[in-house]
């Protein structure tokens, strides 16, 4: 028998205002769903997929990563920036609580080289419960990942525009999804509060075997493929074909920014050891 894990609002947690809503929505595209349904929520996390970059330009700003979640807010909303997947996940939910969802933050571990999964909190993925009854893990703060929610109590197979996934049972009671076959992350089914992730962000801006701090990144899904930049090279992904390209000047990575993935920078990140990498994970 299948333990459904609740997807209660913690007190202290943070209500977004009817114009904090609204104006997430226009952030992203979209309207105010009639109904929060799964409809609903696939077209909202393509939008947001679309919209909002996953991205680690703080680290190498020189920002605070702050998991709170007015700041987040005002961090995708405000400034028109994303964020990796503690952040934009984080902020998503707020969205989709104010639109009346139930949502639950699900920690996870993201399968290494080798098979090996990482450390605990390694990944914040979502538990969605719709008004037609349904569970959905949705996820826009995994990169290159599915399209679309994936069914929570679904075994099989699950077609999606970003391959064909499935969620199978993994070790200890928690669930492997899996990707054309291959393990992406270990999701564990209890739900966790925001607090309980700060040791996963503080590891992945810190520590020497994270890649985010020897990255830069930043990613967005398009209608035909996906477009990244990483440190000073454009990667363009469109109908199957791959193109590559190195930005010259600052002006020009500037201007990839802002006209991309509609961020304005004063100072240019600067990746603060290692080499970049490419990886929009």
């Given at each position: ?246 930005l010259e000047s600052e002006e020009e990575v500037r201007g990839a920014y802002r006209e991309l993935f509609g961020i304005e920078l004063d100072v240019l990140p600067v990746v603060r050891g290692g080499s970049p990498d490419?990886?929009?994970?």
């Amino acid at each position: 028998m299948t333990t459904r894990p609740t997807a209660p609002v913690p007190p202290e947690s943070f209500v977004p205002t009817p114009t904090d809503v609204e104006a997430y929505l226009r952030r992203i595209g979209a309207t105010r769903p009639d109904r929060e349904d799964s409809d609903a929520l696939r077209e909202l996390q393509l939008r947001h997929l679309r919209t909002v970059p996953f991205e680690n330009l703080s680290i190498h700003l020189g920002e605070a990563v702050v998991l709170d979640e007015k700041a987040l807010l005002d961090k995708v909303v405000g400034a028109h920036r994303g964020g990796f997947c503690y952040e934009v996940n984080t902020a998503f939910a707020v969205l989709l609580r104010g639109l009346g969802y139930e949502v639950s933050l699900l920690q996870a571990r993201v399968f290494g080289e080798g098979g090996k999964p990482g450390i605990p909190y390694d990944h914040m993925a979502l538990l969605v419960e719709t008004a037609d009854g349904r569970r959905r893990l949705a996820d826009v703060g995994f990169g290159d990942h599915s399209h679309y929610p994936l069914d929570f109590d679904g075994r099989g197979e699950q077609q999606d525009p970003g391959g064909v996934f499935r969620i199978v049972e993994g070790a200890e009671g928690d669930l492997d999804v899996l990707r054309d076959g291959k393990p992406q992350y270990r999701v564990e089914r209890r739900p966790r509060e925001l607090a309980d992730f700060a040791a996963g962000a503080w590891y992945h801006q810190t520590s020497p075997d994270s890649h985010f701090p020897r990255s830069l990144v930043c990613s967005l899904l398009t209608e035909d493929g996906r477009i990244t930049l990483s440190d000073r090279k454009l990667i363009t992904r469109a109908g199957g074909e791959r193109e590559e390209r190195m930005l010259e000047s600052e002006e020009e990575v500037r201007g990839a920014y802002r006209e991309l993935f509609g961020i304005e920078l004063d100072v240019l990140p600067v990746v603060r050891g290692g080499s970049p990498d490419s990886n929009p994970r």
